[in-house]
């Protein structure tokens, strides 16, 4: 059993995966970059006000529905 060539393939394997890390950091950075960053996909979000008028609609819409269901209960009985 030779240590010094058993260090020397090893020294030699450490350089081999350097260059394989080096090459596939420079392969990610390339391909992030590729993509515009001015898409945005998804959905918009809303403004302060926005979700207010929205919360406000909703708030009216679910008490005009509780009313037609206890209607319709009281009609059923």
Do not use: C
């Not at 990610?28 to 403004?47: D, F, I, L, W, Y």
Request: charged content about 40%; overall charge positive; cysteine-free.
């Amino acid at each position: 059993m030779d240590l010094t060539r058993i260090i020397e393939q090893l020294y030699a394997e450490r350089h081999r995966v350097r260059q394989a890390i080096a090459t596939l950091e420079q392969f990610q950075q390339e391909r992030n970059t590729a993509v515009p960053s001015h898409r945005k996909r998804g959905r918009k979000s809303m403004g302060t006000e926005e979700r207010k008028a929205v919360a406000e609609r909703m708030k009216i819409y679910w008490a005009e529905k509780r009313e037609q269901d206890t209607k319709k209960l009281r009609e059923d009985s």
